[in-house]
Structures are given as C-alpha cells and as structure tokens.
C-alpha cells in the first residue's frame, strides 16, 4: 500500500537550517504533485511548498526566499531545504502525494504521510 515517511525534523534555533525528506513507497509518484503541508496547534495545516510533475516548485510568499524543495524521482523522494528559520517556522510538517492542480489546497492530496515535528527556538 502507498506509504509516505517523513523524516529530518526536530530542534534548531532561529536562523538555523534542516533539511526534511520524504520517502514515498507502494505506488508510481512521477506523475504526481507532491508537497509538504505543516500545521500549528489548533490550527489548519497549510501549504508550504509543493513541486509538480514536470518539476515546477510552488511556494508559501513567507517562505519562498528561505525554503527549496526538489523531488528525487528515481528514489520516489521529496526534499525540503529550511533556512533562515524562525519560531514562526515551528509546527509540524507533512509531506503529501496526489493529481493536485491547486497545489496548496489540502483536499487535493490523496496521500499523506504522518508528518515530522520542526521546533525553531
């Protein structure tokens, strides 16, 4: 079955960088978008970054100077490069697969993975 893993959070202080990665498993991802999500407590999770499958990157306007994503399609992996970063920053972060055409809109995602926590002090 399709499992996405998220991997490489967890504490920085401000001004740091972490680069998170996410292994996708169990199906053919080339022809997807994919994308990282993140959410503060007690709010809705929101679209950081996403990269379709021709390879074009789409980003939040709060990160786009300070955060990269790529995608390795031989290794069926999403990155995501984090510098510069700033308590606003900390929540917790989900990578998601799916035939996205709004790419920072949740419900368009098919797959999720169970999300990696980032903590920027």
């Known amino acids: 079955h399709v499992q996405l893993v998220e991997s490489g959070g967890g504490s920085v202080l401000a001004g740091g960088s972490l680069t998170l990665s996410c292994a996708a498993s169990g199906g053919t991802f080339r022809s997807y978008s994919m994308a990282w999500f993140r959410q503060f407590p007690g709010q809705e999770r929101e679209g950081v970054a996403a990269i379709d499958a021709d390879g074009r990157s789409y980003y939040k306007d709060s990160v786009k100077d300070r955060f990269t994503v790529w995608r390795d399609s031989a290794k069926n992996t999403l990155y995501l490069q984090m510098s510069s970063l700033e308590p606003e920053d900390t929540g917790m972060y989900y990578c998601?697969?799916?035939?996205?055409?709004?790419?920072?809109?949740?419900?368009?995602?098919?797959?999720w993975g169970q999300g990696t926590q980032v903590t920027v002090s």
């Open positions: 998601a697969a799916g035939a996205a055409e709004w790419w920072s809109r949740e419900s368009e995602y098919k797959y």
